[in-house]
C-alpha cells in the first residue's frame, strides 16, 4: 500500500513539532533524519521533507555547532542534516510527490530559506514538487513556534496534492 513520509531536522524541538503536526494529517510515519532511508522505500509516494533554516539554508555542520553552543536542552537532532541526507539519497525511481517545509524567524527583513533549498534537492532527485516551499514561524531562535502554527502546518498538510504527474 503506498505510503506517505515525512522526514525532518529539528534542532531544538521547533521543527519537530510541526513534523508531527504534518505527520499526524497525513497519518504519515514521521522519522528524524539520522533514521532516514538511504535508498527511498518503493511504497512511499508521498514525501515531506523538513528542517529548521541555518544562516538563509539548509543548516551545515558549522551552523549546528552554533544551535549546540545555544541549546538549553538535548538537542532533537545530533547526526546529519537533512542537506546530508539528501545530498547522498539515492536518486528515486519511482513517482514521489515531495513537498518541502522549514521553520524560521518571522522577520520580513531575513532572507532565505531552508524549504527552498529542500525542494531544489528533491527535483533533483526526480521527485514531483507541485507547491511551494512553505515556512511556519518560530518566535526566536530557540522557539517556540508562534502560536497556531502546528494547526497551519497541520491544515497545510490536508491540503497537498496527493499525487500529481504535472
Ligand atoms: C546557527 C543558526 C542560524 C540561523 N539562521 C537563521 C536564518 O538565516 N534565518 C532565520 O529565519 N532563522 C535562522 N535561525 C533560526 C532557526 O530557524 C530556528 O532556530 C529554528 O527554526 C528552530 O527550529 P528547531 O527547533 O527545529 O531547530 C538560525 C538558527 C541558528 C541556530
Known amino acids: 500500500m503506498a505510503r506517505s513520509l515525512v522526514v525532518y531536522e529539528s534542532m531544538f524541538g521547533n521543527t519537530r513539532a510541526v513534523a508531527e503536526a504534518i505527520g499526524e494529517a ?4 514521521v522519522v528524524e533524519v539520522s533514521d532516514a532511508p538511504d535508498v527511498l522505500p518503493d511504497d512511499v509516494e508521498v514525501l515531506v521533507v523538513g528542517a529548521p533554516t541555518h544562516a538563509f ?12 553552543d545555544q541549546a538549553t536542552g538535548a538537542l532533537v537532532s545530533t547526526g546529519r542534516g537533512v542537506r546530508e541526507w539528501l545530498d547522498t539519497l539515492a536518486p528515486i525511481g519511482h513517482h ?13 527583513w531575513l532572507p532565505g530559506s531552508a524549504a527552498k533549498a529542500i525542494a ?6 526526480h521527485c514531483t514538487v507541485p507547491g511551494r516551499p512553505t515556512s511556519f514561524h518560530v518566535g526566536g531562535t530557540l522557539g517556540p513556534l508562534v502560536v497556531g502554527e502546528p494547526a497551519r502546518a497541520a491544515e ?3 491540503s497537498l ?6
Request: aromatic share 4%; hydrophobic share 45%.
Open 96 to 108: 514521489v510527490t515531495a513537498h518541502a517545509f522549514d521553520t524560521r524567524v518571522k522577520a520580513g
Open 161 to 166: 496534492p496527493a499525487r500529481s504527474r504535472t
Open 26 to 29: 497525513l497519518a504519515a510515519e
Open 120 to 125: 531544489k534537492r528533491l527535483r533533483a532527485l
Open 57 to 68: 539554508s539548509l543548516s551545515r555542520p558549522a551552523t549546528r555547532k552554533s544551535a549546540a
Open 156 to 158: 497545510w498538510a490536508r
